[in-house]
């Protein structure tokens, strides 16, 4: 990859993987995943994160031409998830020196991960406490379950620079040019999606700072329209639909569902809507879940399986549910040869939903799609625009 320019201060030395195949073991990652990592030379030399285990040597190889012979002064340990804490302990031994940068919840994550003795090494920080390196200094703000409990940023006074920990991070390593929203909105509903409430409050904090640059553990460094990344995320994070459309998610045994759900995206897009669809047993699972928190119509539509729902669409409002989704109108198509009970339990899920509206009618079909099906297709897209 190209090097990546920050300041004459602040310095890049994350590494991309282009040999992961899942994020977190569930999340496709077609272009990889950048592990972002950061240094501070100054009076005081601070290291902002390590990487993932996976690029250990690359790191520090990155890390040790950016020191040029001196000795960092302070790790400062934003997030405790395995992908930017790994190289804690090998810090810890090559440089017998360094302070650990830490809130108190970071206490217990670290015994737990390293077998170390930390006691006469670290410096506890809280809200608001700051750091002096030299002509910088670490301001450091508390963002408790964004997405882990013990996440805290950063914000650099002198370069109004804040280090957001998972927070505007981004699917895809940095040498891949791609448009940021798409897979900064599959990262964030999938990774932080279920924790709003604390984005939010990250971002009224976020808000009473003059920040000239974001600097994520994933993704893009972002030095331009931050008010659009701003933007997204308070939109994200509040649940409010992001776009007008409709995400028509279904499963299918033999195909006939399958057949149904593309009827109905023919009925919506003939009435000029934007129609998003997907195959569960086929489709990027992320994705789905991503799309329907992106539009603010969902459709979802499934064959009963032994009595009960298809597994893929169980596994999709599973998704959902624990996601926090929301807001939204949602309508049903189920299907059944003999005793069709899909939709009645599609409903259950919803019902746990937060102001979710079902739409009536909901479509039911007993094995393959005939004409009275389709009329009530029609007025279920009738309703869902009322």
């Given at each position: ?334 299907n059944g040869t003999w005793s069709p009970v899909a939709g ?43």
């Amino acid at each position: 990859m190209s090097k990546v320019e920050i300041s004459d201060s602040i310095r890049y030395i994350g590494c991309d993987d282009h040999t992961i195949d899942l994020f977190e073991s569930q999340y496709k990652v077609p272009n990889g995943v950048s592990y972002n990592s950061y240094l501070i030379i100054d009076d005081k030399i601070a290291i902002m994160d390590t990487v993932d285990s996976r690029v250990t040597k690359e790191w520090i190889d990155k890390l040790e031409s950016e020191l040029s012979g001196r000795k960092p002064d302070y790790l400062v340990i934003s997030h405790m998830e395995p992908d930017h804490s790994s190289n804690i302990g090998l810090l810890g031994e090559r440089y017998p020196e360094l302070k650990f940068v830490v809130n108190t919840k970071t206490f217990p994550m670290l015994k737990q991960f390293f077998d170390m003795d930390i006691s006469n090494r670290t410096i506890e920080v809280k809200e608001g406490d700051t750091l002096a390196l030299g002509k910088h200094t670490l301001q450091f703000i508390m963002a408790p379950m964004v997405h882990w409990p013990e996440v805290m940023m950063e914000y650099e006074i002198t370069e109004k620079v804040l280090f957001s920990a998972d927070g505007f991070g981004k699917f895809g390593a940095l040498d891949i040019n791609e448009e940021w929203d798409s897979e900064a909105r599959r990262y964030y509903i999938n990774i932080v999606g279920k924790y709003g409430a604390s984005v939010q409050a990250i971002l009224k904090k976020a808000a009473n700072l003059d920040i000239q640059m974001i600097c994520p553990l994933h993704g893009p460094i972002l030095k331009e329209n931050l008010a659009h990344y701003i933007e997204k995320y308070d939109i994200w994070s509040s649940y409010r639909p992001e776009d007008k459309g409709v995400t028509i998610a279904f499963a299918s045994i033999h195909g006939n569902t399958g057949i149904a759900a593309k009827k109905m995206a023919e009925i919506l897009k003939a009435r000029g809507e934007t129609v998003s669809i997907f195959d569960l047993s086929r489709d990027d699972m992320s994705e789905a879940v991503a799309d329907a928190f992106r539009y603010d119509k969902l459709i979802i539509a499934s064959p009963t399986y032994d009595a009960a729902l298809f597994p893929v669409m169980e596994d999709f409002l599973y998704h959902l549910k624990i996601k926090n989704y929301q807001n939204r109108k949602i309508g049903i198509i189920e299907n059944g040869t003999w005793s069709p009970v899909a939709g009645k339990l599609m409903k259950m899920y919803i019902e746990q939903l937060k102001n979710c509206e079902i739409i009536e009618p909901m479509v039911t079909i007993k094995s393959t799609m005939n004409q009275n099906n389709i009329e009530t297709m029609e007025k279920l897209a009738d309703a869902m625009f009322v």
